[in-house]
């Protein structure tokens, strides 16, 4: 078994009156592919958030349990979220590129964490859109407005984006789920690639994706972590019958 | 069934609807009388008030001994209360708009602040010149001056800044707002680099809004920044702003109304009646680049 | 890769520029409520001394206003700033209605779009050009019903009202029009369905669903025309004497302006005061405009 990236424990989070999670403990592993997988609503996106603190621009939230990434409490005392966000870069369900060139939007990144030198930038901008397998299509045309770019090309930007700031961990959430099949098919190639030097977790509504890229899936139903194991034991013999139940596809 | 609905008509049948006929006339009649009002209102201020607009007109002062007329010092003031005004209310304008859309938790106060927002766009200018003239003119010692109309004017277009700048906010998408914070951006610095960027359009309609409120105001600044422009203003910046001088609004209604020079009243009229038509064009210039995007 | 910087928050100076910012842009937004605030409490602390001193009874209900004479009944002047605005309001109301129907729902966008400019036009139409406007077509308009009704010619109550006809329309039409468009299509196609015209579909689906919108545009109007002061100064003729359509009158608004710069002492308190008296009815639109608002959903014009 692999080093723990973040090991999460007994976390609870609430909407208002809503329990949204129920005492959530799981472990992400370094250079691995975990995907969360469950029907919609039962949490598995908000899991996602509370490990970068973007529930925290959510008015109404209560979090309580554990969160801790490299052994740092990530909820602790006197964290800045702009340097955990930083470590743990994300990439959202649509593609959502700024309005500004390609360039600008892998650059975003680098220049608001103090990176200014011309020659440094345009290493990076190279170095992350080879990462996010676009170099090819747009190195031409790196001034052009990144909105210009089909969804596919967007989502593979946004990606570049996040890897841009240098990220340890990369959280998607339902990343393909606004793509088309090929485009589809690009980023999980990438996504097998990138877990090479990063530690993913991918949410995903498509159990067909989470057993094709993933090393771990964790199943959620309704805020509780249901079952989390190797993806090759959850899809060949889950444990909880409720898992069961959701991988062949009884409900969901 | 009752009889009435009984299906004994054909469908080729057509009903006489009379009523429906003189109603559907009135609907016409009465669009096309406010139509022609319209059309009728601006042709007779082009009409009556080009011919005294004149190269002298435009840019010279009123001169008695000569007897000519001349508006530039109240165009000179109009400009300046323009500019003061926008330099003091587009940041707090934009400001407020931010707090309200960005940083505010608190929805009660979120809401405390729109109903003061509705509340000064709701006030008739004749109570701001009341209240500019007790707050900026007496207790402030400004005196009726320009900047006494500056501050005034600044209070009074102030909900307009803040509206259309919350709409331009509000129109930019939460998903660039979470791309930035989720590669670490601290909120001012997402902000500064999405936010007030993309929403750029918006806030520049706004300030063409407020321009076209300043431009046609007249009650306020009568009472806080003077009544006559017979002189340009002299000295520097700052004298020129503590002295006192009407805009073009007020020029026109002094020659208007106290001295019943309708030739030159109307003179006004048609500059006036130009930079409104002007400033419609640019609003509506903007929002099609917008809307392009 | 660095797996070693840690999440552990060194850097002050972008919590303090963080925090400052914060605070800069609450003190921004908190500037529309403090001039509420001031002009409330400017408004009562400058108008009330004259009311106190006339006695809130003779103010208000004293029918002469006579400064020479220490007389400052104001009753005529409100009463004629009633009158003027709710006669406005019935006359621009249907107008606008219909030609918001119009626009919304009787012509193709080549015609409305051009239209529509037309009324943003004279909706930014400066009063004062309204004013002028109004005396030299819509006061001579009036003499001869004046000399029939054997009166002097001149600025008259009629003449007020027209103007402030104009002058509200725009906001009428506008308001109502969004209202009306903002109504789904749905209501419409099933009265269509039920056999109904496209007229009686019109107003009897769709303008009764659009009512909490118009009723707001309509009350924007009532708070738009009691505060115009300039145009009906114009052509209202200022004579402080109890209204009727033909002779002149003196609006509440326009009693500011006429007397503001030969006025003094007890006098000037009581033009504060008539500014106190103005804005406790703004400020009962302002609210009775929230009110329909809250009820009717978000609409603003």
């Known amino acids: 078994m692999s080093e723990i990236k973040i090991h999460t424990k007994n976390l609870d989070l609430y909407y208002g009156d809503v329990y949204a999670l129920k005492k959530v403990g799981m472990d992400i592993y370094r250079h691995n592919v975990t995907a969360l997988i469950g029907p919609s609503g039962c949490g598995k996106s908000t899991y996602l958030k509370t490990l970068n603190r973007m529930n925290d621009t959510v008015a109404g939230v209560k979090i309580t349990g554990d969160v801790f990434l490299d052994g740092e409490d990530v909820y602790g005392k006197g964290v800045d979220v702009t340097i955990l966000r930083k470590k743990i870069g994300m990439v959202f369900q649509s593609p959502n590129p700024f309005p500004m060139s390609i360039y600008d939007n892998v650059t975003y990144g680098p220049r608001m964490h103090g990176v200014k030198k011309r020659i440094v930038l345009d290493e990076i901008v190279e170095k992350s859109l080879q990462d996010a397998a676009i170099w090819d299509e747009v190195k031409d045309r790196l001034k052009k407005p990144a909105l210009s770019l089909s969804g596919g090309q967007q989502q593979r930007l946004c990606i570049a984006r996040a890897l841009a700031t240098q990220p340890e961990v990369l959280l998607m959430d339902e990343p393909t789920s606004a793509l088309d099949p090929i485009s589809t098919t690009k980023i999980e190639e990438l996504v097998s690639q990138l877990k090479r030097k990063y530690s993913i977790v991918i949410v995903t509504h498509n159990m067909q994706q989470a057993a094709r890229i993933s090393d771990y899936t964790a199943f959620f139903l309704l805020g509780e972590l249901i079952e989390n194991k190797k993806t090759q034991a959850i899809f060949s013999a889950p444990k909880d019958s409720r898992t069961e139940d959701y991988i062949t596809g009884r409900f969901g | ?293 | ?301």
């Not at chain 2, 670490?184 to 520049?204: C, D, E, Q």
């Not at chain 2, 009407?246 to 109304?257: G, I, N, Q």
């Not at chain 3, 850097?11 to 914060?22: G, L, T």
């Open chain 3, 1 to 301: 890769m660095t797996d070693n910087i840690s999440i552990i928050g060194s850097n002050k100076s972008k919590n303090a520029v963080e925090k400052s910012m914060n605070i800069i842009f609450f003190v921004c937004g908190l500037a529309a409520v403090v001039c509420v605030i001031c002009m409330t409490v400017y408004m009562i602390i400058s108008g009330w001394p004259a009311i106190a001193k006339i006695g809130v009874f003779r103010f208000l209900f004293g029918q002469v206003w006579s400064p020479e004479n220490s007389e400052f009944g104001i009753f005529p002047m409100i009463l004629a700033s009633f009158i003027a605005t709710f006669s406005a309001i019935f006359l621009a109301l249907p107008v606008g209605v219909l030609v918001a129907v119009f626009l919304a729902k009787l012509t193709p966008k080549r015609v409305s779009a051009p239209f529509r400019t037309l009324i943003d036009l004279l909706a930014g139409i400066p009063s004062v050009v309204y004013g002028l406007l109004g005396a030299i077509l819509i006061v001579p308009l009036i003499f001869k019903l004046q000399t029939a009704a054997g009166l002097p010619q001149g600025g008259s109550l009629l003449a007020a009202v027209i103007i402030l006809v104009i002058m509200i329309l725009p906001t009428i039409i506008s308001v109502s029009e969004t209202a009306i468009r903002a109504v789904p299509k749905q209501y419409e196609d099933a009265s269509l369905a039920l056999g109904s015209t496209k007229l009686q579909s019109i107003f009897r689906a769709t303008v009764p669903a659009a009512k909490s919108g118009i009723v707001a545009g309509m009350v924007l109007g009532v708070g738009r025309a009691i505060g115009e002061a300039m145009a009906v100064m114009m052509v209202a003729g200022n004579a402080a004497i109890m209204p009727e359509f033909l002779k002149p009158v003196r609006l509440l608004t326009a009693s500011i302006p006429i007397e503001w710069a030969y006025s003094s002492g007890l006098h000037r308190e009581a033009l504060y005061g008539i500014g106190l008296v103005l804005f406790i009815f703004i400020m009962i639109i302002n609210i009775s405009l929230n009110t329909v608002l809250k009820k009717g959903g978000e609409l603003r014009g």
């Open chain 2, 1 to 293: 069934m009752v009889d009435v609905l009984a299906n004994n008509r054909k469908i080729t049948d057509k009903k006489n609807r009379p009523f429906e006929k003189i109603f559907y006339s009135a609907i016409f009649i009465v669009a096309g009388l406010v139509l022609a009002m319209v059309i009728y209102f601006i042709a007779v201020i082009l009409i009556r008030g080009l011919p005294a607009v004149t190269w002298s007109f435009l840019t010279t002062a009123p001169n008695p001994i000569k007897k000519t007329i001349g508006i530039f010092p109240s165009i000179v003031n109009t400009l300046y209360i323009i500019v003061f005004t926008l330099i003091i209310c587009v940041p707090i304008g934009v400001g407020g708009a931010i707090y309200l859309n960005e940083y505010a938790k608190n929805k009660k106060f979120v809401r405390v602040i729109e109903f003061a927002t509705e509340t000064l766009s709701g006030i008739p200018s004749i109570l701001y010149g009341v209240f500019g003239y007790v707050v900026f003119c007496l207790m402030f010692g400004l005196k009726v001056s320009l900047l006494a109309g500056i501050f005034t004017l600044t209070i009074m277009v102030l909900p307009i800044m803040i509206r259309t700048s919350q709409e331009a906010l509000r129109s930019v998408p939460k998903s660039y707002r979470e791309g930035a914070l989720g590669m670490g951006a601290t909120k001012w610095y997402m902000v500064r680099t999405i936010l007030l960027p993309s929403s750029l359009g918006g806030i520049l309609t706004g300030i063409i809004l407020s321009i076209g409120r300043m431009v046609s105001e007249s009650a306020a600044l009568l009472l806080v920044a003077g009544g006559s422009a017979m002189y340009m203003p002299k000295g520097s910046i700052l004298d020129q702003l503590s002295g006192s001088g009407s805009t073009l609004s007020v020029e026109l209604y002094r020659y208007a109304y106290s001295r019943g020079d309708n030739q030159t009243a109307f003179g006004i009229a048609a500059v006036l009646i130009i930079i409104v038509i002007l400033l419609n064009l640019l609003t509506r210039y903007i929002a099609e680049r917008l809307n392009k995007k």
